[in-house]
């Protein structure tokens, strides 16, 4: 009897280990397609290019956007950019749709009432090189325009909208339906909605909730 618990005991061991090892390559593979299904249609993972968003953002800063969510104003989000295929950039969410949207002296209006940007504050405090066209200016400088005078004067508006869209933007002032006006926090720098354009809902990848690189910038939005 005893001999053959011993003859058993072996067999068991080697089903267990079996068992543990097989185990193992499901919880693997079960948490490789979570991470891929997450990263596929729920997150985006990506990285900043360039100065537009400084300084809330730099140059190289990698991010977390969650897809699908409810964009608000003020929401920073990465787009797919209109006017380069292929190209991605990080913007903030000013205008929504129905929205007028006026810069006078410096200062953002939306609907005819003072939109305070307190997101800008840091910027505020940083200048412009002598060599930059705004010299001097601080990063968060905003130069006077409202959608009426992009849509009659602007060359990159006239290049890529009709000219029934443009005059009807000229005459409401409002952000089109199903389009968003964006914009970088370094301001002097940026290349927006002022000049790319509205961007439409389709492009919008996600909302940016989270950067977590380099870890010292470790911050959720």
Known sequence: MAENNR?????KEEESGWKFWLQTIAMTLAIYAIFFLGFKYILSNDKVSGPSMQPTFENGDKVIAARHSNISRGDVIVLKAPDEAGSFYIKRVIGLPG???VSKNNKMYINGKLYKEDFLKAGSKLKEPDTSLYAGKPY????DFTLSSLAKDSPEYKTRYSNSYLKKVEKTNKVPAGTYFVMGDHRTVSKDSRIIGF??????IGE???RYWPFTRWAIF
């Open 7 to 11: 003859r058993r005991r072996p067999q």
């Open 99 to 101: 929205d007028t949207v």
């Open 140 to 143: 968060s400088y905003t130069y």
């Open 199 to 204: 961007i439409n809902k389709k492009s919008v």
């Open 208 to 210: 940016v909730k989270w």
